[in-house]
């Protein structure tokens, strides 16, 4: 036997928690807790400690059962109901997001075209305007104005997407 | 962010899938529920001195146990499991620096000889409770479950996680440690 270790220590906690120490518990125990110094640590904490579990339990109040399981059930519900959701919201992102690359491709494509686009429009000003100076100015308006659309354009698909993904708890 | 709401309808039905969901019905819950609750909430507001986290502790240690996909052997099995939901919980939770020191209900007395007994006991169970504040949450735990649940070496070490044969020597070091605070009135 070490000083950390004793084969009698099981019986000496047993003893205290079902309150036969140490008047009614074997009385061979009892003396060997006298010479055991761990045994008599034990027997200590172990009263110590049990009276404490007794009084707390007495005292301590605890929910219902019925209160804990439906608590747990509606827990159980929610979370199933979330994770039912789930796909639902990662479609939805995914999505989004086809559709913002497709749009950027679409502009990328498109974009290139646009000298052809102001040319033509200046050629059916100077066609059907009274000056080449008013026909440049209206060319020239038009084209910041499809500039500011675009942009624009993309604020609009790309702010909900950004609140989309930022309100989005997945 | 989102939030999800139940009807009183789901809530309803929530009762029918609950049976489907959890491990054990309702009524087979609640007989195990009456065996256990009071020495789980005790032991969870003995390790974490709150008795506010204490109840929200409990109410998470029996739904992560009725949440389980374990096959229980026995009763002491299922026990042993439960304390190990909630030994774990308190080790998430003990980061937390401050303890609360539960207080004592002193009931009312009809002697001052039982009132002397009374105030007597309270102030040993306080001291009690600021030593066991100044153990580390696993030498709490141990000590606990050792010399208040009377569980054997073996169903320690399962529950807290370590190996059996360095249990007996932590344990020894935990009471000393214990021992100690209550001898300096808890000023380690």
């Given at each position: 036997m070490n000083s950390v270790d004793c084969p009698h220590e099981q019986l000496v906690v047993n003893a205290v928690l079902t309150g036969r120490w140490p008047e009614s518990c074997d009385a061979s125990l009892v003396a060997h807790a006298k010479e055991c110094a761990t045994c008599?640590?034990?027997?200590?904490?172990?009263?110590?400690?049990?009276?404490?579990?007794?009084?707390?339990?007495?005292?301590m109040h605890v929910p219902a059962a019925g209160q804990v399981w439906w608590r747990a059930a509606v827990r159980a519900r929610l979370e199933s109901t979330h994770a039912a959701t789930r796909p639902i919201t990662w479609m939805h992102g995914i999505t989004a997001a086809i559709?913002?690359?497709?749009?950027?491709?679409?502009?990328?494509?498109l974009?290139?075209?646009?000298?052809?686009?102001?040319?033509?429009?200046?050629a059916i000003g100077r066609d059907y305007l009274p000056s080449p100076e008013v026909a440049s100015a209206l060319a020239g308006g038009l084209r910041q104005s499809l500039m500011i659309g675009a942009i624009a354009a993309a604020l609009l698909v790309l702010t909900p997407l950004a609140l989309y993904f930022v309100l989005s708890d997945d | 962010m989102r939030e999800f709401a139940l009807t009183d309808m789901e809530r309803l039905g929530a009762f029918d899938e609950a049976d489907r969901t959890f491990q054990m019905t309702e009524e087979a819950f609640r007989v195990f529920y009456e065996l256990t609750a009071r020495p789980v909430r005790v032991y969870l507001a003995r390790m974490t001195?709150?008795?506010?986290?204490?109840?929200?502790?409990?109410?998470?240690?029996?739904?992560?146990?009725?949440?389980?996909?374990?096959?229980?052997?026995?009763?002491?099995?299922?026990?042993?499991?439960?304390?190990?939901?909630?030994?774990?919980?308190?080790?998430?939770?003990?980061?937390k620096p401050f303890m609360e020191i539960p207080?004592?209900?002193?009931?009312?007395?009809?002697?001052?000889?039982?009132?002397?007994?009374?105030?007597?006991?309270?102030?040993?169970?306080?001291?009690?409770?600021?030593?066991?504040?100044?153990?580390?949450?696993?030498?709490?735990?141990?000590?606990?479950l050792a010399y208040a649940q009377g569980w054997s070496h073996e169903e320690i070490a399962s529950a807290i996680g370590v190996k059996t044969a360095s249990l007996k020597a932590m344990l020894h070091r935990a009471r000393q440690r214990l021992l100690k605070s209550l001898n300096t009135g808890g000023r380690s």
């Open positions: 008599r640590e034990i027997a200590n904490v172990s009263l110590l400690l049990r009276e404490d579990n007794d009084h707390s339990r007495f005292e559709v913002l690359g497709m749009m950027l491709a679409a502009l990328t494509a974009w290139p075209m646009m000298p052809d686009v102001m040319n033509v429009v200046r | 001195g709150d008795d506010r986290l204490a109840d929200d502790l409990l109410q998470e240690t029996y739904y992560r146990f009725l949440r389980a996909n374990v096959a229980f052997d026995s009763d002491d099995h299922r026990k042993n499991y439960l304390f190990r939901i909630a030994t774990n919980l308190v080790h998430d939770h003990r980061r207080s004592a209900v002193i009931p009312d007395v009809p002697d001052a000889a039982a009132a002397a007994r009374n105030a007597e006991r309270a102030a040993r169970r306080l001291d009690l409770h600021r030593a066991m504040d100044r153990l580390k949450p696993r030498e709490r735990s141990m000590l606990w």
